[in-house]
């Protein structure tokens, strides 16, 4: 009895332990640690987006289904076509390769209440997965002890950092590899189904023979061109076998006499119909001793060359551009991809993937192999390297003559919030180290296209982009100033003095006038209402905008030095000549520094002097551009008069309140704020805004980001009192981005913890459990400001090469490590060990002349 009793009190005991883990969260990433391999419920969010920049996409989830097919220049989430492989094995029977449909999938979700007819839910799939990263490669293990073979699937697309072109391709690839895990040989039939999911209503769909596959295919019509697409999928096994034309039937005739043909292991071929066939397959047999392996590779190629995207009022005023001729032709009024203007048809689209499938993915391979050839933590690479998908979602468009646009996000059907919006691209650390021939391509917009010649410059940009209007919205102070930062930032890294030299006339614009609309009585600050990256007017002088302010004012000094504008004695260095505007922007950055210090620090954090009298902006019309159509209740006037303008943060603590200063570190400039001001504040935005349960906070605005016994950093607290009634409109939530842009900054400061735990916090949210680990949303699915994750990498190592002076500088805040860099010629790995570096290139070149280390 003694016995009895004894066991069942360890047995209570450990059950108690175990619970108490759970509610503890020490037992939260069980079935995925950080950078590690995702398995049971930890599968059942994971999609993997596979195409090429501005191409559009699908993704392999973590089952090896496919879904979020997006290949017609817009999103379609939820878009999951009757698209897969199939492993039949003589003797034994055939089973889908892919694991078992995640519960989710078979009720709640739209026409699952009447059985997910047309999905192919129902065939038998091998009994585990698990799904592991490496980016752009995602890896789905399979196995089924009822199958004697497994299975491992290896889905990428080309993604080679400065290859701009190369990594914008129409392409994407699964590649099987079997192993007969028996000891008997095996033999079957692998295939690889489709229905024509590139059909639509109107015009005509076939499928067409292609040699080793088919071609999905929609015809455009003279009215609606956008139609015509078409979708490769095809196999270099010489043996292959395809049937070009399910039968055709009606209710669920085609589908279930293509799976009959599977579990027979029939190959037979069947020809190619005019129009309108449902489905195809290939199939490829295979002999596997015991032992034995073998890898097929599947290959897709997608050419979808028109759209009907649209977006901005063209002006054909010279005044509202600073381009001259005042456009760049473009073939069409709405977008075209820019592997259109590279490939007429499919046909050249699948033989250039073909023909260099093999250099591309060794080349992809090198990327690869150097990211991860890293000592960084674990849960620093999962951030980066899981945020890069956003530069291969439906987020990213790139125009007919290679020029990058973004969308700020993406919705279920279309792009969310136009076009390189400045002041969520001010995060985005990634595409100027990676790609950054595109990046200054950005800047060429937004100086050119983007701006008037008064120097207003519209914070959104026109697809196809061409000069418009500029009286639809107010300029963004934070956007435009961080673009000012951001020219340096891509001149450091390029090294490319005939490209500041050009911009720099327009930059000068630029930085005119935002002190003339923001600081016309040139106090240092942003005082007049300026609107910003939270959608309002920020009314009065606060340190987010001035401290952006003051980083552009750094900025912009630094490439006037360097273009010789400010002339210094060859022999003492003194100044013996200088512009009188340069002096404007000099004594302006001495007095914006004062101010931080002296009216917009509390001694503990950076605040806002909420101001709406004594301005240049009427009084009377305090009313934010959100809110501009919306009738003004009696309510809302009474509070008004009471507290002034809406959407203020005053005396709150910020999460983004110095981030000029983070955008002055990540662009190679000093901090223009007092250091221990500045660690002050993100001390104090550590302890107040990041929070590691969200149960007892409530947010009435977009709440499911974190949410319950979730934790997360809020944008801003009001930890002294004085909160407002209505503040910023976002206030109280949780953003991606901006946790890893105060994140990376504490970090800079050598709170390298404090920053990691919020880094661990973040990523902890999207375990694949509840949201998809590569999809990390703000306003929208894929959202760009989530690639201020890429700024930990220089955070934690200080690696940054600078091209204008080929210096690689060098700052560890974890002692010796390998890390990641790329530039604008090439990428390879920095190590840093027992005080010194070294570099080793692994692709194309990096010129460096000195190493200049430094200790926090």
């Known amino acids: 009895m003694f016995k009895i009793n004894r066991f069942f009190l360890k047995a209570g005991l450990c059950l108690s332990l175990v619970y108490l883990a759970i509610v503890s969260g020490t037992l939260a990433q069980a079935g995925h640690s950080y950078n590690g391999t995702y398995s049971g419920t930890h599968l059942d969010r994971v999609a993997f987006p596979i195409g090429g920049m501005g191409t559009g996409m699908f993704t392999v989830e973590g089952t090896g289904a496919i879904s979020h097919m997006s290949v017609r220049n817009n999103p379609d989430m939820f878009n999951e076509p009757v698209l897969f492989a199939a492993l039949y094995v003589k003797g034994i029977g055939a089973k889908v390769l892919e694991g078992p449909v995640p519960a989710w999938k078979k009720f709640g979700q739209p026409d699952n209440a009447r059985g997910a007819e047309g999905a192919d839910y129902g065939l038998a799939r091998f009994r585990s997965a698990s799904f592991k990263a490496r980016f752009p490669f995602g890896e789905v293990a399979l196995a089924d002890v009822s199958i004697p073979v497994k299975a491992t699937i290896t889905g990428w697309n080309p993604f080679i950092p400065t290859d701009a072109d190369n990594s914008s391709l129409p392409v994407g690839a699964l590649e099987y590899h079997l192993i007969n895990t028996s000891k008997t040989s095996q033999s079957g039939v692998f295939s690889y189904s489709a229905k024509n999911f590139m059909a639509m209503d109107g015009g005509t769909n076939s499928i067409k023979p292609v040699t080793g596959g088919f071609i999905l295919s929609q015809s455009g019509t003279a009215k609606n061109p956008e139609m015509q697409g078409d979708f490769a999928v095809f196999t270099d096994e010489l043996q292959t076998t395809v049937d070009n034309c399910w039968f055709r039937g009606g209710w669920w005739d085609p589908l279930t006499m293509a799976w009959k043909k599977i579990t027979q292991g029939n190959t037979k071929a069947v020809v190619a119909v005019g129009q309108d066939a449902p489905g195809a397959t290939l199939y490829v047999p295979f002999s596997l001793k015991p032992g034995e392996s073998k890898t097929i590779k599947i290959m897709f190629s997608w050419y979808v ?34 592997y259109s203007s590279k490939f007429k048809d499919i046909n050249e689209v699948i033989d250039y993937w073909q023909n260099n499938y093999q250099s591309l993915k060794q080349k992809t391979q090198l990327f690869t192999n150097a990211f991860y050839n890293s000592s960084l933590p674990p849960e620093v690479l999962e951030a980066v390297a899981a945020n890069l998908t956003i530069l291969k979602s439906t987020t990213t468009l790139r125009q007919y003559d290679g020029r990058f646009w973004g969308w700020e996000g993406s ?51 026109a697809m196809p982009i061409k000069p418009e209007g500029h009286d639809v919205f107010l300029p963004a102070a934070d956007g435009q100033l961080g673009s000012i930062m951001r020219a340096y930032r891509d001149w450091r890294i390029s090294g490319d003095d005939n490209w500041l030299k050009k911009l720099y006339p327009k930059l000068k614009v630029s930085m005119d006038y935002c002190i003339k609309t923001w600081d016309p009585d040139h106090n240092g600050t942003l005082t007049e209402p300026h609107h910003n990256t939270y959608d309002i007017e920020f009314w009065g002088a606060d340190g987010m905008g001035t401290s952006v302010y003051l980083g552009a004012l750094e900025a912009f000094i630094e490439m006037t030095n360097h273009l010789n504008t400010v002339v210094h004695d060859d022999k003492t260095g003194d100044i013996v000549r200088i512009d009188h505007a340069v002096l404007l922007y000099m004594d302006l950055l001495t007095k914006g520094i004062k101010a931080m210090k002296t009216q917009l620090y509390n001694g503990e954090y950076f605040i806002q002097n909420i101001q ?3 301005l240049r902006a009427n009084p009377n019309t305090f009313r934010n551009t959100a809110e501009l159509d919306e009738p003004l209740s009696p309510e809302a006037k009474q509070l008004l008069e009471k507290e002034g303008p809406k959407y203020q943060y005053g005396k709150g603590c910020l999460s983004d309140g110095v981030i000029g200063c983070w955008f002055a570190k990540v662009c190679g400039l000093p901090e223009p704020i007092d250091q221990k001001m500045v660690t002050s504040h993100l001390e104090a ?79 902890k949210r999207y375990d694949g459990t509840v949201r998809n680990p590569f999809d990390e949303y703000e306003c929208g699915h894929w959202y760009a400001r989530a690639l201020s994750s890429y700024a930990l990498l220089e955070a934690l190592t200080g690696v940054r090469y600078d091209a204008v002076s080929q210096t690689l500088f060098i700052n560890s805040r974890v002692g010796d ?5 790329s530039t604008d010629t090439g990428f390879g790995n920095v190590t840093y060990k027992n005080g010194k570096a070294s570099l080793k290139v692994a692709y194309g070149s990096i010129d460096v002349k000195h190493i200049q280390i430094s200790k926090s």
């Open 612 to 614: 709406w009298k004594g």
């Open 411 to 461: 919705n279920d059907e279309d792009g969310s919030c136009a076009g390189n919006c400045t002041h969520v691209y001010n995060y985005a650390q990634a595409l100027c180290h990676l790609f950054p021939a595109m990046e200054r391509g950005i800047r060429e917009t937004e100086l050119n296209e983007g701006m008037d010649a008064l120097g207003h410059q519209n914070y959104r940009e």
């Open 817 to 821: 490590f390998t890390s990641f860099l």
């Open 685 to 763: 935005v550590y302890k107040y805004n990041f929070k590691t349960d969200l149960s007892n906070f409530s947010n009435p605005q977009r709440s499911t980001y974190a949410l319950g016994n979730e934790g997360g950093l809020l944008l801003c607290t009001w930890p002294k009192g004085r909160a407002l009634s209505l503040p910023f409109v976002y206030s109280n939530e949780v953003w991606t981005g901006i946790e890893y842009e105060v994140a990376s900054h504490l970090i800079f400061e050598g709170k390298v913890k404090e920053g990691l735990n919020i880094v661990k916090t973040t990523r």
């Open 305 to 338: 060359p028109y759209s009907h995207i649209r977006y901005g009022v063209r002006s054909d005023k010279s005044s509202d551009t600073t381009l001259t001729p005042t456009d760049k032709a473009q073939p069409s009024p709405y977008y075209m991809p820019w």
